[in-house]
T-cell receptor, first 111, second 115 residues
Framework: DGGITQSPKYLFRKEGQNVTLSCEQN?????MYWYRQDPGQGLRLIYY???????QKGDIAEGYSVSREKKESFPLTVTSAQKNPTAFYLC??????????FGPGTRLTVT | ELKVEQNPLFLSMQEGKNYTIYCNYS?????LYWYRQDPGKSLESLFV?????AVKQEGRLMASLDTKARLSTLHITAAVHDLSATYFC???????????????FGKGTHLIIQP
């Protein structure tokens, strides 16, 4: 089955710990994206990548890091520098200039 | 900076009624998307609007795009309970550069349709 997978579905961490969220796609899409959603809010762009080994900051990149070593994978690390990390994180992918398709999301809770 | 505004943000309506959700954006674009989100779930793509005057319909939902007014509408006809969800519009301004720079979303319209 073609699609976008994110793992884990739920993640709990203590404050001060870094955590990495996984995103994999087998759609052969060129571009991948990370968004964050807070309760009652729209999605905000964290990072995006149009090609392997290259990525750009989105609107709220502070406290986050990414890598794009493979076309299929775009992991997001939430670092201890992120002041309010508790949120719903959504990964998406697309062909260049194409429609974005979203993964099922990871709900991160930091206490 | 691109701003995308949806209204209303919350809408409670009865089954069988018609209503329209509005999406205004601040920068020239002719690429706009509508998504649906159920509670605790990811986003489901509803419509892709790629040119001025574009109109798409699926069941009781119809979306349109007026790029000159920088306005898109999502019209609900004879609403049914199953359409209860949060609806987002999202604007893409990256196409002109040939790239894929991410979407800017509105805050969403939380729609409740009561039997």
């Amino acid at each position: 089955d073609g699609g976008i997978t994110q793992s884990p579905k739920y993640l709990f961490r203590k404050e001060g710990q870094n955590v990495t969220l996984s995103c994999e796609q087998n759609l052969n899409h060129d571009a991948m994206y990370w968004y964050r959603q807070d309760p009652g809010q729209g999605l905000r762009l964290i990072y995006y990548s149009q090609i392997v080994n290259d990525f750009q900051k989105g609107d709220i990149a502070e406290g986050y890091s990414v890598s794009r070593e493979k076309k299929e994978s775009f992991p997001l690390t939430v670092t201890s520098a992120q002041k309010n990390p508790t949120a719903f994180y959504l990964c998406a992918s697309s062909f260049l200039q194409g429609q974005q398709y979203f993964g099922p999301g990871t709900r991160l809770t930091v206490t | 900076e691109l701003k995308v505004e949806q209204n209303p943000l919350f809408l409670s309506m009865q089954e069988g009624k018609n209503y329209t959700i509005y999406c205004n954006y601040s920068t020239t674009s002719d690429r706009l998307y509508w998504y649906r989100q159920d509670p605790g779930k990811s986003l489901e793509s509803l419509f892709v609007l790629l040119s001025n005057g574009a109109v798409k319909q699926e069941g009781r939902l119809m979306a349109s795009l007026d790029t000159k007014a920088r306005l898109s509408t999502l019209h609900i006809t004879a609403a049914v309970h199953d359409l209860s969800a949060t609806y987002f519009c999202a604007v893409d301004i990256s196409y002109s550069g040939g790239g894929a720079d991410g979407l800017t979303f509105g805050k969403g319209t939380h729609l409740i349709i009561q039997p």
